[in-house]
């Protein structure tokens, strides 16, 4: 067998620091070059073969990843929580950083991060941005009201945002003057831009041939619509790499953390490590699913005797995850059991 070699590689946006290792942990080569897909090719034949490399997971990686991942044997990315031996040096620096990812890579020390394939990335991107507009949408909406409160003008509440309206407000009101009334049409022409640009995106991603399929099967879960069923598609990638639906709760960020150390025991409510993209929709989602389903309705009431709303609203959470694992692995619509009629 060929010798492997191992690289760590410190990602940053204009360099990138590496280090180049045998299986013996001697230093073959180190140093830094650009980070542009021409200087990466111009290294990679300078590089001994077959080689193996590891970064730590930035805003960066993607790119690299996808470019390096064709001309290596094996190409990880690292957690960059779980790379103690990094974050708790005395000395750190690009060169130490490149050499102590290399020697995780080298010893089979590296906590590795599941790495969604390149179409998965590309579509992720585009729900991301959704949801950037979407903030930017509900921004705009308050802005409008707070235009009209420092004017003290009286407004419906629920009717504001109607375009009907709003074009009588601004026609019928005394209150309004000119400078006000132009920002509020400015503020309403954006909003209604980004809501236009929001549901193309939507669309574009519900008709997408790669995802249509498996969107339209989970959204025969009750209260899981289309933000929900992409949002679950694309911020979890592979289904298959959850064991159980207990790891799929903990990585959608709905069950607590624990520290202990011999008698002393801490838990949080809900654990930081998660992806906040999904807890954000499966709550949101969690909180109206109760109206769609009545097996979700009695969990609710069931939780909520027992603690309280957000308690409850958790546990509704927790079993959507579990119907969208089981039909996201079983790739087929869902179906509700009647557990009396199976009794009898």
């Given at each position: 067998m ?10 940053h946006?204009?360099?990138i620091?590496?280090?180049?290792k ?20 111009h290294?990679?034949?300078t ?6 490399a590891?970064m ?8 690299i990843y996808?470019?390096?991942k064709?001309?290596?044997a094996?190409?990880k990315?690292?957690?960059p ?16 950083d ?7 890579l080298?010893c089979?020390?590296?906590?590795e991060?599941?790495?969604a394939p ?24 308050i ?13 419906n509440?629920?009717r504001?945002?109607k375009?009907?309206y709003?074009r ?9 003057d000119?400078?006000?009334?132009a ?17 193309a995106?939507i669309?574009s ?6 995802l ?15 933000i929900?069923?992409l949002t ?11 064991s ?5 709760v ?8 624990e520290?202990?150390s ?36 009695l ?12 308690r409850?609203t ?9 119907y969208?694992?089981?039909v ?12 009396e009629?199976?009794?009898?």
């Amino acid at each position: 067998m060929e010798p492997m070699y191992y690289i760590g590689l410190d990602v940053h946006k204009q360099k990138i620091s590496y280090c180049v290792k045998d299986l013996g942990g001697k230093v073959c080569a180190e140093g830094s070059i650009p980070a542009t897909r021409f200087d990466l090719d111009h290294w990679m034949k300078t590089l001994p073969q077959p080689w193996s490399a590891a970064m730590e997971a930035t805003m960066f990686t993607g790119w690299i990843y996808d470019h390096l991942k064709p001309h290596a044997a094996a190409l990880k990315v690292a957690h960059p929580l779980m790379l103690r031996a990094i974050a708790a040096a005395k000395k750190k620096n690009d060169r130490i950083d490149a050499s102590k990812i290399c020697d995780c890579l080298r010893c089979d020390f590296l906590p590795e991060c599941y790495m969604a394939p390149t179409a998965i990335r590309e579509r992720r991107r585009t729900l991301r941005y959704r949801n950037l507009l979407v903030r930017q949408m509900v921004q705009m909406k308050i802005k409008i009201s707070s235009l009209l409160m420092e004017a003290g003008v009286s407004y419906n509440k629920q009717r504001l945002h109607k375009a009907g309206y709003f074009r009588e407000l601004l026609a019928t009101n005394p209150d309004i003057d000119e400078g006000l009334r132009a920002l509020l049409r400015q503020c309403r022409e954006t909003v209604v831009r980004l809501g236009k640009t929001e549901s193309a995106l939507i669309r574009s991603l519900e008709h997408d041939r790669l995802l249509a399929q498996r969107v339209e099967r989970l959204m025969s879960i009750p209260a899981i619509g289309p933000i929900t069923a992409l949002t679950w598609a694309l911020e979890v990638g592979e289904v298959q790499r959850f064991s159980s639906i207990k790891k799929a709760v903990s990585y959608c960020g709905l069950c607590g953390a624990e520290k202990s150390s011999g008698n002393t025991v801490q838990r949080t409510p809900l654990s930081k490590q998660r992806n906040k993209h999904l807890q954000t929709t499966l709550i949101e989602a969690a909180k109206m699913a109760p109206r769609y389903s009545p097996t979700l309705a009695l969990l609710y009431d069931r939780e909520k005797q027992r603690g309280n709303a957000n308690r409850a609203t958790l546990a509704v959470a927790r079993k959507l995850v579990a119907y969208l694992v089981a039909v996201d692995r079983g790739q087929t619509r869902f179906l509700a059991v009647d557990h009396e009629a199976c009794a009898a």
